[in-house]
């Protein structure tokens, strides 16, 4: 009879187990608005018991409170890109398919391609660097600056060949294109701040003895989730 939030709804696979074993409902929360034709099935089966957000988790404290909600029982949050934006090329977050460099989970807003044909290359070298942990930061964003000057970067596949010829190293565990083009993507999603917040607005929410469950997938993530675990 509790109330549970899932925060990333994604394809709705946490949703689905969450209703299916318990009798309860929850509030599912996704930023990327291409995610409702999932919830929308989803909801014929479990009805009322579910409830669909286009919107952002940092936002979770607005969420509850318009849905007269004060409390809940739980929450989790599984953090990065669903496979459905990877997929479908024309999302631009995979350098494995060459499609528009958009990497954008709202679907609004400033390009990939928008922010590379604008950012200073000091700027980009620092962001590769602190959101992406290459070290050879600083000789991709000097390569990425010098096609810009020449030609307009337009696709992911154009940028997974910059990226994989900046690099001395031609042997590696992921594609050397990886880290690049994950600290592009959290720096147009503002996903360090977001993550932030929406830590703070889970804690607020939970009732006494509620859960919080986080899945992180790189170091920056880690850290801070555990930081704040050990704050609290």
Known sequence: DEVYVDATFG????????LRKKNCKVIAIDRDPKTKI???DLKKIFTDR???????????????????????????FDLGVSSPQLDIKSRGFSFKVDGPLDMRMSCDGPTAEDFLDEVEES???????????????????????????????????????IIRDAIPIKKSKIDLATKTFQAIRIYINDEIQ????????AEK?????????VVSFHSIEDRIVKKFFKRC
């Open 38 to 40: 999932f919830a929308d």
């Open 205 to 213: 929410a939970l009732r006494t003895n509620g859960r919080l469950a």
């Open 11 to 18: 394809l709705g696979g946490y949703t689905k187990e969450i």
């Open 194 to 201: 977001e993550l932030e917040k929406g830590l703070i607005a």
């Open 50 to 76: 579910l409830c669909f957000i286009n919107g952002k988790f940092s936002d979770l404290d607005k969420i509850l409170k318009n849905l007269r909600i004060y409390k809940i029982g739980g929450i989790v």
């Open 123 to 161: 700027t980009l070298a620092d962001i590769i660097y602190e959101l992406g942990d290459e070290i050879f930061s600083k000789r991709i964003a000097k390569s990425i600056i010098n096609h810009r000057t020449n030609n307009k970067i337009k696709t992911t596949g154009q940028l997974a060949k």
